[in-house]
C-alpha cells in the first residue's frame, strides 16, 4: 500500500441493557473512562467520529467510524476502547474495515469526497458502496471519470 493510504473501520456497537441500570456515579465514571481512552486514541492519530443509533438499529446503540494510518493503529483502538470503562460494556455488532487511497479517475478530489477526512464531522453519516463488477473496466476512462 502506498503511504498516502488512510485506513478506515465502522464499528457498530451495542450497550448492555444492564449498565443503564447501575448507579448514576458508576455510569459517569465509566463515561469518564471511556472518554480517556478515546482522548489516547486522538493524540495516537486516529480520527473517530462517533453517532448514536439508538431506536434505529436493533441491538446498536453506539457507531465509531474510524480513520488511521494502519490496520495496527485501528486495531490498537478498538483494545483500547474494549478495555475501559464503559467499553466493558459494549458487544461489538458489526465491524467493516476498507481503505481509502487516491483514485485513478479523480483527478481532483472534491470537498464532498475531501470532508470526512478533513473536514468538520456532520450530524449524520450517509456511505454509498459502490462495487466495480466487470463492466466496469469496460467502460472509457472519460465514462469512469463522470460516474
Known amino acids: 500500500m502506498s503511504d498516502d493510504s488512510i485506513y478506515i473501520q465502522a464499528v ?7 449498565w443503564r441500570r447501575t448507579a448514576p456515579d458508576q455510569q459517569a465514571a465509566d463515561v469518564a473512562a471511556m472518554l480517556a481512552a478515546e482522548a489516547t486514541t486522538a493524540a495516537a492519530g486516529i480520527r473517530t467520529l462517533s453517532y448514536s443509533t439508538i431506536g434505529i438499529e436493533p441491538a446498536v446503540d453506539l457507531v465509531f467510524f474510524r480513520l488511521g494510518p494502519s490496520i495496527e493503529a485501528l486495531e490498537t483502538a478498538g483494545a483500547r476502547l474494549a478495555r475501559s470503562g464503559l467499553g466493558r460494556w459494549l458487544t461489538v455488532r458489526h465491524s467493516l474495515l476498507g481503505r481509502i487511497g487516491a483514485s485513478q479517475y479523480v483527478r481532483k478530489p472534491t470537498d ?10 456532520a450530524a449524520y453519516l450517509i456511505v454509498y458502496p459502490f462495487t466495480k463488477d466487470a463492466g466496469w473496466y469496460l467502460l472509457s476512462r472519460e465514462a469512469r471519470q463522470g460516474i
Open 12 to 18: 457498530a456497537l451495542g450497550l448492555e441493557p444492564a
Open 112 to 121: 464532498q469526497e475531501r470532508s470526512i477526512l478533513d473536514g468538520e464531522p
